[in-house]
């Protein structure tokens, strides 16, 4: 097996845990503190916003290579096993449901419009 598809495995099993945390924060059963913690992490891997921005060199993708996987390991330990194996095949089914194709084209057609309205108000100001 190569790196490459080594890392892409890597890849697709984080996007899964990050999904199943976030499945966990919002299960009544898991503890408080198991929640905070999932929750603090799948919103900080969701968001587009980083503690440290990506556009500094090294560090701005080592935040992204650090504290998402420890953020998810400590996520995971806290959770009891038979809990996080059954949100992780939730997240894996959630993962195979179908794209909606026309839903992204909205809402680039939404984004789109903002754009070209915020240059057309910026150019009537000038």
Do not use: N
């Amino acid at each position: 097996m190569t790196w490459l598809a080594k890392a892409k495995g890597w890849a697709k099993r984080l996007k899964r845990d990050v999904l199943a945390l976030w499945l966990a924060a919002r299960d009544r059963r898991v503890p408080w503190h198991a929640k905070l913690v999932a929750g603090s992490v799948a919103a900080y891997a969701l968001s587009p916003i980083d503690l440290i921005p990506d556009f500094i060199p090294v560090l701005g993708y080592l935040d992204d290579l650090l504290i998402v996987p420890l953020g998810i390991v400590l996520a995971v330990r806290l959770i009891p096993e038979p809990l996080m194996g059954e949100f992780r095949q939730e997240a894996e089914r959630w993962a195979e449901r179908p794209v909606s194709r026309t839903g992204f084209a909205f809402i680039l057609g939404v984004w789109i419009c903002c754009f070209v309205f915020a240059l057309w108000s910026l150019l009537e100001l000038t």
